[in-house]
Nanobody
């Protein structure tokens, strides 16, 4: 069973930085994608970024492009992965609970990678608050 554990959230001032981590394990196949989603109070959950294990390809929501960077560890073990989300130049609108999620054999390019319906496995969230 795939398990995901997100960490690294906190309170930061506008313009500051945070790095989130997602420790994922239990993969049976090497073709998986891990993504970050954000849920703000009173708003729908939105995709932030994704990374594919097989080729390292990444996708970003327009609102975070140029400010956030997703990456994974260099381990060659396809049963687990640690994915990072480096968040720079943070804005108050980045506030929310950040979840990491995983999917096997993702299709649909960028649109598919940033679609929450594609992801069957979800971790608990980590709170990010951007406020002065």
């Amino acid at each position: 069973e795939v398990q995901l554990q997100a960490s690294g959230g906190g309170l930061v001032q506008p313009g500051g930085s945070l790095r989130l981590s997602c420790a994922a394990s239990g993969f049976r196949f090497g073709d998986f994608t891990i993504a970050w989603f954000r849920k703000a109070p009173g708003k729908e959950r939105v995709a932030v970024s994704s990374i594919k294990n097989t080729d390292g390809s990444t996708h970003y929501a327009d609102s975070v492009t140029g400010r956030f960077t997703i990456s994974r560890d260099n381990a060659r073990d396809n049963t687990k992965a640690t994915v990072y989300l480096q968040m720079n130049s943070l804005k108050p609108e980045d506030t929310g609970v950040y979840f990491c999620a995983a999917a096997y054999f993702l299709v649909g390019g960028r649109r598919g990678a940033l679609s929450s319906g594609q992801y069957a496995y979800w971790g608990q969230g980590t709170q990010v608050t951007v406020s002065s």
